[in-house]
C-alpha cells in the first residue's frame, strides 16, 4: 500500500511543478478549469496538487503530527509568494526572458 502512496506522491508532486512555475513566472498554462488559465488559476492548480501529494507522502510514512495546519502553513506560503510574482512579472516581458521590441 506504502508504495502506492508513493507512486501517488510522485504524480501529484511532478504534475504541481510545471503548474506553479508557470503561474509564478506570469504564464498561461492548461489546467482542468481551461486552456490556457491564467497565471494565478496555476498557482493554486500547482498548490492543489502539492497538497495533495503532501497529504499522500504523509499518509505513507504516518506521520503523527495534525496535518492541516502544516499544510495550510506550507499552501500559505506557496500562494503569497506565487500571487507576488504572478503579479509581477504577468506583463513584465523583460523579466520573462523576451525580447521587447
Known sequence: MSYILFFLFGIFAANGMPHFV?????????T????????????????????????????????E?????ASLSVAGGMLAIGSVCTKLWSDDDQARGREIR
Do not use: C, D, R
Open 65 to 69: 503530527y495534525n496535518l492541516l495546519p
Open 22 to 30: 508557470k503561474g509564478m513566472t506570469g504564464e498561461k498554462h492548461m
Open 32 to 63: 482542468p478549469f481551461g486552456k490556457p488559465s491564467s497565471a494565478q488559476v496555476n498557482v493554486i492548480w500547482g498548490i492543489v496538487n502539492f497538497y495533495i501529494a503532501f497529504w499522500l507522502i504523509t499518509w505513507a510514512v504516518g506521520y
